[in-house]
């Protein structure tokens, strides 16, 4: 006979076999990344490069968003291209950077760990740890960020399903670190004219199975900047906490994903127009 599923929490028990989300709640909680929290009322805007290229792309960049209203900056710092003959991140030098920039400006900052090598030093510099999408399922790497005491920013592999997804942040939860922000940021399909299908329809699905903050990264969800404003609307009405964009301040010389990067007068247009489309779903930005 079929149960009948009333509750939330009865439907995160069907929808997750043999009981193994014990670190999922039904109650929507918030995760603090230095001042800022995400989960709450105001949608969360993190920007910034691709990757940390030089102090001058990074001052400008971050200047720039920090006064169109962004809260977070992003950069990488470890890169994982897809040649390893590709520009691989400055490492430490750009971890510098991050710091020194965060400081100047007031923005906290996020950026990637690849390795558990990495974890020392990132969390030396970074106010909030990105796991990458190839990394979603790099069970060693999460259980050690779930060591620390760090918020994670959970980034959905590029073919994990929502449960694969929900259990890799269940990986970061039982080690102790209950601080985990999901990122939908588009998955592989049959689909080529866009980089990633971005999978909006996982907003509402996350955020009714777990507790967690749910964002959206329009930017790699579509390899396209001209689409970035589009979905990043779309997701905000979706009911998004926040969302990630990748913005330059010369995006034609990015050395990483600068077909899909925002230049700083379209990311303070954009911004304006998501305040208003946040206001319509009871938000701000
Ligand atoms: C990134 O945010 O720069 C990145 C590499 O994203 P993803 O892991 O989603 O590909
Ligand atoms: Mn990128």
């Not at 969360?44 to 290229?53: D, L, T």
């Not at 329809?201 to 390899?223: E, N």
């Amino acid at each position: 006979m079929e149960t009948k599923i009333s509750t939330d929490q009865e439907l995160i028990d069907c929808f997750i076999p043999m009981k193994e989300n014990r670190g999922i709640k039904p109650e929507p909680i918030q995760v603090w990344v230095s001042d800022v929290h995400i989960g709450g009322r105001e949608v969360i805007i993190i920007a910034g490069p691709c990757a940390v290229e030089s102090m001058e792309q990074l001052v400008e960049t971050a200047v720039s968003v920090k006064k169109s209203n962004a809260k977070i900056l992003r950069g990488g710092a470890f890169k994982p291209r897809s040649s390893p003959y590709s520009f691989q991140g400055l490492g430490e030098e750009g971890l510098k950077m991050l710091h020194e920039v965060s400081i100047k400006t007031g923005l906290p900052v996020v950026t990637e760990v690849m390795d558990t090598r990495q974890i020392e030093i990132v969390c030396r510099y970074a106010d909030m740890l990105q796991i990458g999408s190839r990394n979603m399922q790099n069970y060693p790497l999460l259980k050690e960020v779930g060591k620390t005491n760090k918020p994670v920013l959970l980034k959905r592999g590029m073919m994990a399903t929502i449960e694969e997804f929900l259990m890799a942040a269940e990986y970061i939860l039982s080690q102790g670190n209950k601080q985990v922000v999901l990122c939908e940021r588009g998955i592989r399909t049959f689909e080529t004219s866009t980089r990633n299908t971005l999978d909006l329809s996982a907003v509402p699905m996350l955020k009714r199975l777990s507790h967690l903050p749910v964002i959206v990264d329009p930017s790699h969800g579509t390899g396209l900047s001209w689409m970035v404003p589009s979905m990043a609307k779309a997701a905000v009405a979706a009911g998004a906490d926040g969302l990630i964009m990748e913005v330059h301040y010369k995006p034609e010389e990015a050395l990483c994903d600068g077909q899909q990067s925002l230049g700083l007068h379209e990311f303070t247009q954009l911004m304006k127009d998501l305040k208003r489309v946040a206001q319509a779903v009871g938000r701000d930005v």
